[in-house]
């Protein structure tokens, strides 16, 4: 079972990049995928997380507005929308999914996870 995340890159800010995650080895078009990041120095943190059939949706409160998750149950794919890009976004990007019940808005509640994509925004 693998997620590879991919779409990362350096913008300026104001800028937009879109990230994706495809699943390959199983499809997890019933179970909640998320996107977390890790920024130099600090620990791996929430930004955005969507149930199974994409109705449901949550983000941290400073992306709200300018990042939109998103998923493709039929092609295994979970997507990451990013305008507005400003400087403190710049952090490895990970996405993941889970299998198991809990709190959808922390890492640990997750069990798979992609090899993460670099964010650099630049000011």
């Known amino acids: 079972v693998q997620l590879q995340a991919s779409g990362g890159g350096l913008v300026q800010a104001g800028g937009s990049l879109r990230l994706s995650c495809e699943a390959s080895?199983?499809?997890?078009?019933?179970?909640?995928m998320a996107w977390f990041r890790q920024a130099p120095g600090k620990e791996r943190a929430f930004v955005a997380a969507v149930t199974w059939s994409g109705g449901g949706t949550y983000y941290e409160d400073s992306v709200k507005g300018r990042f939109t998750i998103s998923r493709d149950n039929a092609n295994n794919l979970l997507h990451l929308q990013m305008n507005s890009l400003k400087p403190e976004d710049t952090a490895i990007y990970y996405c993941a999914a889970t299998t198991m019940s809990g709190n959808i808005r922390s890492q640990y509640y997750y069990n798979y996870w992609g090899q993460g994509t670099q964010v650099t925004v630049s000011s």
């Open positions: 080895g199983r499809t997890f078009s019933h179970d909640p």
